[in-house]
Every structure is written in structure tokens, then in C-alpha cells.
């Protein structure tokens, strides 16, 4: 299956070129799928490697949540393709993992605890099950099965500790005494740490929405940065030629106004594009 019978199966529209409300590829139930050449163009075969133009990277974003991760991609210079959860079934994951180049696996509700042998805390709220089957096939099948970029947000970066074996503290506030939910912080990251590299400093200041966090780490994993008061804020893989971080904030919502978050997005997209070469 090519690329763009890939997106045309799924019924994809690029709306406005990329300029649309939100600037997606939406899953709205179209019969045809138009691709503004600029985004995704096709090389001519008889151009030299200088003259042909650059294909931007096909970022997968698992259960769209909000357009802030679409036009966090978009403006990072990807081609953002939203991925739907429809009935939970995993049929169409064989697909992702050949044909996009990089997978974000987003904000949301919570992983069910019943992942690390752990009853649900009264605060949990878990993903809807369609949700939950989805991407839980999804991200597993992509850590254990490529080597391409993953980048986590919030959510998304608790999944990425579960889906290596690790566990999640369900309740911050009931563990720490402390509130990260609607406010913002300080986090230090680990000098050597790809995370630290990516933003060239050693502490920034995040947003936070989450009532969770990475408890154990999972196989594979180590932590990269944390909150004053202990919380694991980014884990990130230990194999130093695969970018795989997950991050407790929200890049995407910061990007707009913080050039240090939109350091984070155009790594993410610069190591997608390494995958088509």
C-alpha cells in the first residue's frame, strides 16, 4: 500500500491545504482525498536529489483530543494525520507502522490501572474502552516493532511508561500533597539527556494538567526530568539513536509563545524525517 492510498483509504481530506480551520487531515467521511502537492508532493524522477522537493514527515496523532496537536505538528513542519479509535479495533495499526513516520500519542483520561496489577484509585477516570484497545495495540506494536519517533504528552507519556512495563502513580495530590493540575512549574532535566540537548538548558518552567505520573519505570526507559517536589516530569528511551521521550506537559499548547517547546516539536518532526530517507 503506498502513502497515498494509505491516507484515501481512511477517507482523508487536507483540509484548505493545510490552511483549513484546524489545518488537518480529517477523517469527515469524504469520497476523494485532495493533497496540496506542496505537502506532500511526488519526486520526479528525473529531478537531481537538489531539485526535488522535500516531503514533510506524516506524523500519526492517536484519538484526536484538541486541534492544539494538529497545528503543534503543522507548524513544526509535519504532515499531521489524525488516527480514529473506531471500535477499539487494532486492525489498521499493520498500516501505521509501515506507512507514517512518526506517532504521537496524545493527552486524555486514564490508563486503566488494572495494566500494573493495581485497583483504581477514586479519583480515576479511564479511557473509554475503544480508546484504551486502540492505543494500547498501537503503542505497543510501535515501541516493540519500529524504531521510529514516538513522542508522548502527558497521557501520552504515562502510555509510553506502561507500554515498557512500568506503573503510574494514580493520584498526585493524595501521594505528594501537591496539586499539578492547572498551573505551572519548574522542571530539571538530566544534562545528558537527549530531552536536555533538544532544549540546550538544564531547567525550564511547563504548564501541567495532570493528576498522574510515571511511578516504576518501564524496561528500557530512564527518568530525564522532574518537579521540585520529586514528580517525574519526562522519561525517555536508553537506546541513543531512537527518539522515543514523553513529556508530563503540554508542548503543543505552549509552542504558540515559547520558543524552548517549539524546540521539542521540530525535533520530533526533524527525526520523523529522517525515517524517509
Not at 500519526?60 to 499531521?80: E, F, K, M, N, W
Not at 509501515?98 to 490501572?113: S, V
Request: proline share 8%.
Amino acid at each position: 500500500m503506498t502513502r497515498r492510498t494509505f491516507l484515501a483509504a481512511l477517507g482523508l481530506v487536507l483540509v484548505g491545504g493545510l490552511g483549513g480551520p484546524a489545518g488537518w487531515l480529517s477523517t469527515a467521511g469524504a469520497q476523494s482525498l485532495r493533497l496540496a502537492p506542496e505537502r506532500l508532493p511526488v519526486a520526479d524522477a528525473a529531478a537531481t536529489p537538489a531539485e526535488r522537493p522535500v516531503r514533510r514527515p506524516v506524523i500519526g496523532i492517536a484519538s484526536l483530543t484538541g486541534d492544539t496537536y494538529v497545528r503543534a505538528i503543522r507548524d513544526a513542519g509535519g504532515v499531521p494525520v489524525v488516527l480514529p479509535n473506531v471500535d477499539g479495533s487494532p486492525d489498521a495499526v499493520e498500516d501505521y507502522l509501515e506507512l507514517l513516520d512518526g506517532l504521537l500519542m496524545p493527552g486524555g483520561a486514564d490508563i486503566p490501572p488494572s495494566e500494573w496489577g493495581e485497583a483504581p484509585h477514586p479519583t480515576t477516570k479511564v479511557l473509554d474502552d475503544d480508546r484504551y484497545q486502540f492505543e494500547k495495540a498501537l503503542i505497543s506494536a510501535w515501541i516493540e516493532r519500529t524504531d521510529k519517533p514516538l513522542l508522548g504528552i502527558c497521557l501520552g507519556s504515562q502510555w509510553v511508561n506502561v507500554a515498557h512495563g512500568g506503573s503510574l502513580v494514580q493520584d498526585i495530590p493524595s501521594e505528594f500533597g501537591v496539586v499539578h493540575r492547572d498551573v505551572t512549574h519548574p522542571v530539571t532535566l538530566e544534562p545528558d539527556s537527549r530531552l536536555a540537548k533538544v532544549f540546550g538548558c538544564t531547567s525550564l518552567e511547563v504548564n501541567s494538567y495532570h493528576h498522574q505520573a510515571v511511578r516504576d519505570v518501564g524496561k528500557g526507559l530512564r527518568v530525564v526530568a522532574r518537579s521540585p517536589d520529586g514528580v517525574i516530569e519526562a522519561t525517555e528511551t536508553t537506546d541513543p539513536d531512537r527518539f522515543l521521550i514523553g513529556v508530563q506537559w503540554h508542548p503543543e499548547k505552549l509552542a504558540p509563545e515559547d520558543p524552548l517547546q517549539r524546540k521539542l516539536l521540530a525535533a520530533f518532526i526533524e527525526a520523523a524525517s529522517q525515517e524517509e530517507e
